[in-house]
C-alpha cells in the first residue's frame, strides 16, 4: 500500500478564521454542540459564509473519491487528554463540533443514528480498553478492514467526514476507490447481483438484535457518473455464497488492497470521503490510554436527491434502526 497524499484543498488563514469564528458564536449563542437549537441554526450560519471557502467544499471531484481539507489549527494543549471511550469526552473540543457540523452543512444533511453514540451528530473516534480487536472505531490492535460506512443500511451516509484532533504516531487511514480497480466483466456482472446480506456492525447492539431476515443485497451498482460499491467484509456471511461469487469478492477485495492509499491526518485536517465509491479502513497500532492516543471526530452526511443507489434499498428494514437529520432533531 503506498503512503502517498491525498488530494489537498487548502484554508488560508482568511477562510480558516471564517469558519472557526462562526464555530465560535453559535457555540457561545447556544452553549453546547449537541443543542438542537444549534443544529437549527446551521443552514441559516452556512448561508452567511463565504463563497471562497463554499467553493473548497465543493462535491469530491477525482476518482481517488476523497479529499483533505487543510488549514485548520487544533491547540493540543487546549484540547485536553484523548478520552478512553466516546461516553466521556463531554465538551472536550466542542469548537470543532461545531466546525464539523458547519463543513458538514456546507455539502449535505448532517445525520445521525438513534442507537450510536447516544444519536449525536459528531461522533468521537478513540481507542478503547477491552474493544482493541473489534471491527470498530473503538479498536486499535487489528486491521480496521476497509470498509463502506454503516454499509447495512440504506440510509447510510454519502459522505463521510473525519477530522483529526490528535494523531502523534502518524497512525494512517486507509482508502481506496472502486472506480480505481479492474475487474472483468464476469466479476462486475456477479457482484452486481443481490447475493449476500451485510450485517450490523457491533457498534449497533440494538441492531444487531433486529428479529427481521437479513436481505441480500448487490456489493456494486452503476451510477450515473460510474461505478459505485456498498462493500463491508467483516460484516459479511461469505460462507453462506456460492463458490464464484465469493471469488469474484476476494478478487475485488485485492483490487481495493492494490489501489488503497494511507493518509496520515495531521491536527486539523478533515478528511472527506465518498462513501459510495470509497471503502475506508485504519492501520493496526499500539494504544497507550495515556491520554495522547489518536483521536478523530466523525460526520456523516447525506447528499439529498442523490441518485447513486438501487431501488430496492427503499423496501430495506435497516435492521429497524433510523437515520436522524439534524434539522429534525
Given at each position: 500500500?503506498?503512503?502517498?497524499?491525498?488530494?489537498?484543498?487548502?484554508?488560508?488563514?482568511?477562510?480558516?478564521?471564517?469558519?472557526?469564528?462562526?464555530?465560535?458564536?453559535?457555540?457561545?449563542?447556544?452553549?453546547?454542540?449537541?443543542?438542537?437549537?444549534?443544529?437549527?441554526?446551521?443552514?441559516?450560519?452556512?448561508?452567511?459564509?463565504?463563497?471562497?471557502?463554499?467553493?473548497?467544499?465543493?462535491?469530491?471531484?477525482?476518482?481517488?473519491?476523497?479529499?483533505?481539507?487543510?488549514?485548520?489549527?487544533?491547540?493540543?494543549?487546549?484540547l485536553g487528554p484523548t478520552p478512553g471511550h466516546w461516553s466521556?469526552?463531554?465538551?472536550?473540543?466542542?469548537?470543532?463540533?461545531?466546525?464539523?457540523?458547519?463543513?458538514?452543512?456546507?455539502?449535505?444533511?448532517?445525520?445521525?443514528?438513534?442507537?450510536?453514540?447516544?444519536?449525536?451528530?459528531?461522533?468521537?473516534?478513540?481507542?478503547?480498553?477491552?474493544?482493541?480487536?473489534?471491527?470498530?472505531?473503538?479498536?486499535?490492535?487489528?486491521?480496521?478492514?476497509?470498509?463502506?460506512?454503516?454499509?447495512?443500511?440504506?440510509?447510510?451516509?454519502?459522505?463521510?467526514?473525519?477530522?483529526?484532533?490528535?494523531?502523534?504516531?502518524?497512525?494512517?487511514?486507509?482508502?481506496?476507490?472502486?472506480?480505481?480497480?479492474?475487474?472483468?466483466?464476469?466479476?462486475?456482472?456477479?457482484?452486481?447481483?443481490?447475493?449476500?446480506?451485510?450485517?450490523?456492525?457491533?457498534?449497533?447492539?440494538?441492531?444487531?438484535?433486529?428479529?427481521?431476515?437479513?436481505?441480500?443485497?448487490?456489493?456494486?451498482?452503476?451510477?450515473?457518473?460510474?461505478?459505485?460499491?456498498?462493500?463491508?467484509?467483516?460484516?459479511?456471511?461469505?460462507?453462506?455464497?456460492?463458490?464464484?461469487?465469493?471469488?469474484?469478492?476476494?478478487?475485488?477485495?485485492?483490487?481495493?488492497?492494490?489501489?488503497?492509499?494511507?493518509?496520515?491526518?495531521?491536527?486539523?485536517?478533515?478528511?472527506?470521503?465518498?462513501?459510495?465509491?470509497?471503502?475506508?479502513?485504519?492501520?493496526?497500532?499500539?494504544?497507550?490510554?495515556?491520554?495522547?492516543?489518536?483521536?478523530?471526530?466523525?460526520?456523516?452526511?447525506?447528499?439529498?436527491?442523490?441518485?447513486?443507489?438501487?431501488?430496492?434499498?427503499?423496501?430495506?428494514?435497516?435492521?429497524?434502526?433510523?437515520?436522524?437529520?439534524?434539522?429534525?432533531?
Amino acid at each position: 500500500m503506498p503512503t502517498c497524499p491525498a488530494p489537498v484543498r487548502r484554508l488560508d488563514p482568511a477562510t480558516a478564521a471564517e469558519l472557526t469564528s462562526a464555530a465560535a458564536k453559535l457555540l457561545a449563542r447556544h452553549g453546547s454542540a449537541t443543542s438542537p437549537d444549534l443544529l437549527a441554526d446551521l443552514p441559516a450560519e452556512c448561508a452567511r459564509l463565504s463563497a471562497p471557502l463554499r467553493h473548497l467544499l465543493r462535491p469530491v471531484d477525482t476518482a481517488d473519491g476523497l479529499f483533505v481539507l487543510r488549514g485548520l489549527d487544533v491547540d493540543d494543549t487546549e484540547l485536553g487528554p484523548t478520552p478512553g471511550h466516546w461516553s466521556t469526552v463531554a465538551d472536550a473540543g466542542a469548537r470543532w463540533d461545531v466546525a464539523l457540523l458547519l463543513v458538514s452543512t456546507l455539502m449535505g444533511t448532517p445525520i445521525a443514528w438513534d442507537g450510536q453514540q447516544d444519536g449525536r451528530f459528531v461522533h468521537n473516534i478513540v481507542p478503547s480498553p477491552g474493544h482493541e480487536s473489534e471491527q470498530t472505531g473503538a479498536s486499535s490492535s487489528v486491521l480496521l478492514t476497509p470498509h463502506t460506512e454503516d454499509a447495512f443500511h440504506p440510509g447510510r451516509a454519502h459522505l463521510l467526514l473525519l477530522c483529526c484532533m490528535r494523531n502523534h504516531d502518524g497512525i494512517a487511514t486507509t482508502a481506496a476507490s472502486v472506480r480505481l480497480t479492474g475487474l472483468d466483466p464476469a466479476d462486475l456482472d456477479r457482484l452486481k447481483r443481490p447475493v449476500a446480506p451485510i450485517l450490523p456492525d457491533d457498534a449497533y447492539e440494538q441492531a444487531q438484535q433486529f428479529g427481521g431476515r437479513p436481505a441480500p443485497v448487490p456489493t456494486l451498482f452503476d451510477g450515473p457518473e460510474g461505478l459505485t460499491m456498498r462493500y463491508d467484509p467483516a460484516y459479511t456471511p461469505l460462507e453462506e455464497t456460492d463458490p464464484l461469487w465469493r471469488e469474484a469478492y476476494e478478487r475485488l477485495g485485492r483490487e481495493l488492497a492494490r489501489v488503497s492509499v494511507a493518509v496520515s491526518l495531521e491536527p486539523g485536517d478533515i478528511l472527506v470521503v465518498d462513501n459510495d465509491t470509497v471503502v475506508h479502513g485504519r492501520v493496526p497500532f499500539r494504544a497507550r490510554y495515556d491520554g495522547t492516543d489518536r483521536w478523530l471526530k466523525r460526520a456523516s452526511v447525506r447528499v439529498e436527491d442523490r441518485p447513486t443507489r438501487p431501488l430496492a434499498e427503499h423496501d430495506e428494514h435497516g435492521y429497524g434502526q433510523a437515520a436522524l437529520t439534524a434539522w429534525a432533531a
